[in-house]
């Protein structure tokens, strides 16, 4: 698992995107740390997408985001609330009703800009404000469990799917990006405390930074 450079829109004008320090850098420490003599219970690392933005529908016009989705990412979102899916580094899956949580290394938000009419919804760059950790691997539903009071059972929250919740202060929009993974989406001033807390609880399964 490499880990990525933060990456930003340079601005709405230009269009392009360019470097710039992940708020982790201070407290990303590569290596096995914590109980990790009988294995690596899971694997945390920042994905780092270059563009992330949030899409909303007016009433009566989901059906037409989601397929204008389908269209600009090549995923398919299905009706039911929470629904998501996921292909390497492009996701994308509800937040709340009419809401979704998109994320890639191409330009999200410019290509939903020309595709996304005010007569169906919005579009909104949070590109600058986010930061996502993934945690992965055959513990990663113990360590979810012990942050947020959901459900992380495959059978109720299956891959692709995605809630909104909150730890403590933090705010945070998941996604089961893989049977044994999943991607954080939080605020990106939030970001460093919530990554301390994650190692901390990791240390009893053992935890590798990549």
Not at 40 to 54: H, K, N, R
Not at 81 to 103: E, H, M, N, R
């Amino acid at each position: 698992m490499a880990r990525k450079s933060a990456l930003v829109p340079a601005g709405a004008a230009a269009r392009s995107l360019v470097e710039r320090e992940s708020p982790l850098a201070p407290v990303y420490r590569p290596g096995s740390h914590g109980d990790f003599e009988s294995g690596i219970g899971v694997a945390l690392s920042e994905t780092a997408p270059a563009s992330i933005v949030q899409l909303a529908a007016w009433p009566g016009q989901e059906g037409k985001l989601r397929d204008i989705i389908g269209s600009v990412m090549g995923l398919t979102i299905a009706e039911q609330p929470g629904s998501g899916s996921a292909d390497g580094a492009k996701a994308a899956f509800g937040i709340a009703p009419g809401k979704f949580l998109a994320s890639s290394d191409n330009d999200l938000a410019a290509a939903f800009a020309k595709a996304v009419t005010p007569a169906i919804g919005t579009v909104t760059d949070l590109s600058h404000g986010r930061t996502v950790i993934r945690v992965e691997g055959p513990e990663a539903e113990w360590i979810m469990a012990k942050f947020f009071a959901i459900d992380f059972a495959l059978s109720v929250f299956p891959v692709g799917a995605g809630r909104s919740t909150m730890h403590h202060d933090v705010f945070a929009q998941i996604q089961r990006s893989a049977p044994e993974q999943f991607d954080i989406y939080v605020f990106r001033s939030f970001a460093r405390s919530f990554w301390k807390a994650l190692c901390h609880g990791a240390a009893e399964v053992g935890y590798e930074v990549a």
